[in-house]
């Protein structure tokens, strides 16, 4: 089989999952990755990805319209893929165009899609959906990556074909065996600094615990004014960092805490899973769908309770413990690397339908 993974949106967790994915498929299947470099994109992409899979570095930004349509079709019918997998929005609206006409299998992972953004207006919203049903133009199948997202794309795109495919990790530098510390000290977050992770809100958080002895840390970089905000609050922000340090990191925190507003399906709470932390997440699409409140993590819905829950953990080790105990013992199978490639092969050949 040859598969042809478009990737526009090359950095953090979609270069994650679909790196993951390509890399698994060329032990068997032809894969051809085309992708465009952001400012977040890893300088040394091609590392991450395994010698077997062909990159090709592309212009497939949304100013790049619609000769980066154009440009993919070239790729394809050089390439003449049996599926064409797209990731994140824009990928998936050029790519099912530049699909038109070929007898490929076109699935699409948004991994979170737009309609899942709490910072845009009505209208932005509308011209969203209306972007989707262009690209649906080309029969295709949305492959989302949590519940909240299949609901989502379900309620907005009525008629459209969705199947769910929760993300997965590599979870192998992770230990199996969760090791809390016997006091909460250092509170971490990963990602990157935007009005999606809810830094504002971090930085309150923060505030209320000065002249404690909880230091708070951001492993990520973005926006210069949200990053001031959390420096301000006196959050150590250590820019984004290589994952071998970013799990170095988790090990060496206490508790994790999401303030993100909306995801998709968070990879960075998988990892704080896996590596024996207890979780206190805002209560939104994608966190809920990882985290079973008073569970396997805290779930809040306002600043104030957040600061009790973290508190909580504070005062009740035990909790605490109990809390990442649980979570700790789920992700490895339920996020497994081999669960997610069964799942995506099982996806790409049972799907019948004529595109």
């Given at each position: 089989?040859?598969?042809?993974?478009?990737?526009?949106?090359?950095?953090?967790?979609?270069?994650?999952?679909?790196?993951?994915?390509?890399?698994?498929?060329?032990?068997h299947?032809?894969?051809?990755?085309?992708?465009?470099?952001?400012p977040?994109?890893?300088?040394?992409?091609?590392?991450?990805?395994v010698?077997?899979v062909k990159?090709?570095?592309?212009?497939?930004?949304?100013?790049?319209?619609?000769?980066s349509?154009?440009s993919?079709r070239?790729?394809i019918?050089?390439?003449?893929?049996?599926?064409i997998?797209?990731h994140s929005s824009?990928?998936?609206?050029?790519?099912?165009?530049?699909?038109i006409?070929?007898?490929?299998?076109?699935?699409?992972s948004p991994?979170?899609?737009?309609?899942?953004?709490?910072?845009?207006s009505?209208?932005k919203?509308y011209?969203?959906?209306?972007?989707?049903?262009?690209g649906g133009i080309?029969?295709?199948?949305?492959?989302a990556?949590?519940?909240?997202e299949?609901d989502?794309i379900?309620?907005?795109l009525?008629g459209?074909r969705v199947?769910?495919?929760?993300?997965?990790?590599?979870?192998?530098d992770?230990s199996?065996?969760?090791?809390?510390s016997?006091?909460?000290?250092?509170v971490?977050?990963?990602?990157?600094v935007r009005?999606?992770?809810g830094?504002?809100?971090?930085?309150?958080?923060?505030?209320?615990?000065?002249g404690?002895?909880?230091e708070?840390?951001?492993?990520?970089?973005?926006?210069?004014?949200h990053?001031?905000v959390?420096?301000?609050?006196?959050?150590?922000?250590k820019g984004?960092?290589?994952r071998?340090q970013v799990?170095?990191?988790l090990?060496?925190?206490?508790?994790?805490?999401?303030?993100?507003?909306?995801?998709g399906m968070?990879?960075?709470?998988?990892?704080?899973c896996a590596?024996?932390l207890p979780?206190v997440?805002r209560n939104?699409?994608?966190?809920?769908?990882?985290?079973?409140?008073q569970?396997?993590?805290?779930?809040?819905?306002?600043?104030?309770c957040a600061?009790?829950?973290?508190?909580d953990?504070?005062n009740d080790?035990?909790?605490?413990?109990?809390l990442?105990n649980?979570?700790?013992?789920q992700?490895f199978?339920?996020?497994?690397?081999?669960?997610f490639?069964?799942?995506?092969?099982?996806i790409?050949t049972?799907?019948?339908?004529?595109?």
């Amino acid at each position: 089989m040859r598969i042809l993974h478009v990737i526009e949106s090359s950095a953090t967790g979609t270069l994650s999952i679909a790196s993951m994915a390509a890399n698994q498929q060329a032990i068997h299947e032809d894969v051809t990755v085309i992708f465009s470099r952001r400012p977040d994109t890893p300088e040394n992409i091609d590392k991450i990805f395994v010698e077997d899979v062909k990159l090709i570095e592309d212009k497939l930004q949304a100013k790049h319209f619609p000769l980066s349509v154009f440009s993919l079709r070239k790729h394809i019918k050089n390439f003449s893929p049996d599926v064409i997998h797209c990731h994140s929005s824009f990928a998936g609206f050029a790519g099912r165009l530049a699909a038109i006409g070929f007898k490929s299998k076109v699935f699409y992972s948004p991994h979170c899609i737009s309609f899942m953004r709490k910072d845009i207006s009505s209208f932005k919203r509308y011209l969203f959906k209306l972007f989707e049903k262009i690209g649906g133009i080309k029969n295709s199948t949305y492959i989302a990556c949590s519940q909240s997202e299949l609901d989502v794309i379900k309620a907005e795109l009525p008629g459209a074909r969705v199947v769910l495919l929760e993300n997965a990790v590599d979870l192998s530098d992770f230990s199996k065996e969760s090791s809390p510390s016997s006091k909460v000290q250092r509170v971490i977050t990963v990602g990157g600094v935007r009005p999606q992770k809810g830094p504002d809100e971090f930085a309150k958080i923060a505030q209320r615990f000065e002249g404690t002895n909880i230091e708070f840390v951001w492993i990520g970089d973005g926006d210069l004014e949200h990053k001031q905000v959390l420096l301000d609050a006196g959050v150590l922000v250590k820019g984004w960092l290589p994952r071998q340090q970013v799990i170095e990191e988790l090990y060496q925190s206490d508790l994790y805490l999401s303030t993100a507003r909306w995801e998709g399906m968070p990879v960075s709470i998988i990892e704080a899973c896996a590596a024996g932390l207890p979780v206190v997440a805002r209560n939104c699409d994608g966190n809920k769908d990882i985290i079973t409140a008073q569970n396997n993590g805290l779930l809040f819905d306002t600043t104030e309770c957040a600061i009790k829950y973290i508190s909580d953990c504070i005062n009740d080790v035990d909790f605490a413990n109990q809390l990442a105990n649980a979570a700790n013992s789920q992700v490895f199978e339920r996020f497994s690397i081999d669960r997610f490639y069964k799942q995506l092969s099982e996806i790409y050949t049972s799907n019948n339908r004529d595109n």
